[in-house]
């Protein structure tokens, strides 16, 4: 009797077991998103540059002004090196670039490259010395079709 009464509790109890684990639970609401500040996306990454208001026209124009004067490193094309330097300095109070250091380098010339570029930027005057870092993303454009040969 103890063995029947012992084997019907279990086979109920494993019955029961799959409707317990395929109970759905309740899903938070999302928030709502708070506004964002202007970004711009490096490397698949999204992020807010905080010396970029301190550039005429903002973020946007920084980086445009980058991808304009940044030439590629013929090395670097060569070799397929791909990948984001990081440059910091110090933006001083007259608007000028103090302590233009490379923090990530990727090799191939793009660190070098990367300097040459930041030190052409040309910020306003903030009301105190910032300290920031800026990442320059090197990417190879995508092989297109070959052209035909005669």
């Not at 899903?27 to 970029?52: D, L, S």
């Not at 608007?95 to 040309?122: F, P, S, Y």
């Not at 454009?141 to 035909?148: H, L, N, Q, S």
């Amino acid at each position: 009797m103890k063995n029947l009464t012992f084997a019907l509790a279990l086979g109920l109890a494993a019955g029961t077991a799959p409707t317990w684990a395929q109970t759905p639970k309740p899903q938070p609401t999302p928030a709502a998103p708070a506004p964002a500040a202007p970004q711009h996306q490096a490397g698949g990454v999204t992020k807010t540059i905080p010396v970029a208001e301190y550039y005429e026209g903002g973020q946007d124009a920084l980086y445009a002004f980058i991808e304009k004067e940044k030439k590629y490193p013929i090395l670097a094309r060569r070799n397929r090196i791909q990948g984001t330097c990081i440059v910091s300095f110090t933006l001083t109070t007259s608007g000028t670039l103090e302590g233009v250091k490379l923090v990530k380098q990727i090799g191939g010339g793009c660190g070098e490259e990367a300097l040459r570029v930041v030190r052409l930027l040309q910020f306003k005057k903030p009301d105190y010395a910032v300290l920031t870092s800026l990442p320059i993303v090197f990417k190879l454009a995508a092989p297109g079709p070959a052209a035909p040969t005669e």
